[in-house]
């Protein structure tokens, strides 16, 4: 991963709180840029990084991680500066993830771990097609409190169903 991508990464602040999204691993396989003279949604694969960039400068990151391509299974995590939320380049990247992951690396499932008082997070993954499969009670402890963390889940078929290859 290039240096200046690498520290706008850990420069990024998902949360109020310092605590990081639960289960975080390395950034995988995926580059999203937008910016003067690209087409407006372009995706490159990197073969060690992910990042997502908005004219020249990092705007989030996505990545897969805990992957166990012999149960077939994955899970990913996404992050995003506050000033790039909702306006799609989260849902994006994460869709081409999600393709990337069961149609070239032919994985079954993918989980999400969401902490469950963030009710943003956890629309998000529901509009992406994610369903709650389990809570883990008092799982972290941060900033003097225990929080639950929320497993999400989607099935690759389930992932077919809803995003056509030609989103």
């Not at 690209?38 to 073969?47: F, K, M, N, S």
């Not at 004219?55 to 992050?79: I, K, L, Q």
């Not at 499969?133 to 900033?143: K, N, P, T, Y």
């Amino acid at each position: 991963m290039p240096l200046p991508v690498l520290e706008a990464f850990h420069g990024l602040q998902p949360d109020p709180l310092p605590r990081g999204p639960p289960g975080v691993g390395q950034p995988a396989a995926l580059r999203v840029s937008h910016g003067p003279g690209l087409p407006e949604r372009t995706g490159h694969r990197q073969a060690n990084g992910s990042d997502i960039t908005q004219s020249s400068s990092v705007v989030g990151a996505v990545g897969s991680h805990h992957a166990d391509p012999r149960a077939g299974w994955f899970e990913y995590g996404v992050t995003m500066e506050a000033e790039h939320r909702r306006k799609g380049y989260a849902s994006e990247a994460v869709v081409m993830l999600l393709r990337f992951m069961f149609d070239e690396r032919r994985f079954h499932k993918c989980g999400a771990r969401v902490f469950a008082d963030n009710e943003a997070s956890l629309a998000f993954q529901r509009r992406l097609g994610f369903v709650e499969e389990g809570r883990l009670r008092d799982q972290v402890f941060s900033a003097g409190q225990y929080l639950d963390v929320v497993m999400m889940g989607m099935l690759a078929d389930e992932f077919a169903q809803l995003h056509s290859p030609s989103e």
